[in-house]
């Protein structure tokens, strides 16, 4: 497999997706950075997602660091590099505004509908979620299986409650983006700016299509 990068060692901060964690970058080959994971945090009672990000970026220690963020990571990353100067940004299978967020989830948050969907549900691997995150394999849905199991019920009520008002409208310039044309969640199609279209790469292609992304990257670091 290719790597991602063969120049001298730059710091390369991964944040994971919402359900996920640093399990979806274990076959991504990240030689020529030095990797750090950002750890989600306990958020306060109706904070919002760019006040969010203002805290957990206290566990960047590197100036001008890249940045990775997979979907709702990819929220947090955009919402990051706005408060910080950032190398550069790379951002998979999510959005970059509000408005690349499908309509129908936008009008549920305004209705509070997601408010009536038991968070134990969410939780649950099934034949939807399966499809939902473009997860095939028996390897690829026992580990959905196993994150979502582990998600915290808390964080994530807050994160989707999050996402749905997120209010942010300015595109993010300047970023390396990444999207699946078989992205199920936040379809291709929503997007203002696609980068690069990963073909049959679903919402969680870093650990499904990783030969793809791999190449990806390799073709443009």
């Known amino acids: ?16 997706g919402l ?8 076959r991504l080959d990240f030689q020529g950075f030095t990797t750090h994971h950002l750890h989600w945090i306990t958020p306060e009672a109706g904070e919002s997602l760019r006040d969010y990000a203002n805290r957990l970026r206290n566990q960047i220690t590197s100036e001008k660091p890249w940045l990775m963020g997979v979907s709702f990571g990819g929220m947090i990353a955009t919402e990051i590099s706005r408060q910080m100067a950032c190398e550069g940004v790379i951002l998979v299978s999510t959005a970059t505004t509000r408005n690349e967020i499908p309509l129908l989830y936008r009008l549920a948050g305004k209705l509070r509908l997601h408010k009536l969907l038991p968070i134990n549900i969410l939780k649950r691997a099934n ?13 690829e849905k026992q580990l959905l299986a196993a ?34 044309d078989k992205d199920h969640i936040l379809p291709l199609g929503n997007l203002k700016e696609t980068g690069i279209v990963v073909p049959d790469g679903g919402h969680l292609m870093v650990y499904s299509n990783a030969e793809a992304v791999q190449a990806a990257f390799q073709s443009i670091l």
Do not use: C, V
């Open 19 to 26: 359900g996920a964690d640093e399990r979806i970058f274990q």
């Open 1 to 16: 497999m290719k790597t991602i990068a063969n120049s001298m060692s730059k710091h390369l901060y991964l944040i994971s």
């Open 127 to 139: 034949a939807i979620t399966y499809w939902l995150f473009g997860m095939k394999t028996t390897q």
């Open 147 to 180: 994150i979502l199991a582990d998600t915290d019920s808390t964080f994530l009520s807050w994160a989707m409650n999050a996402i749905l008002h997120w209010d942010n409208t300015t595109p993010m310039k300047g970023s390396i983006r990444l999207h699946g």
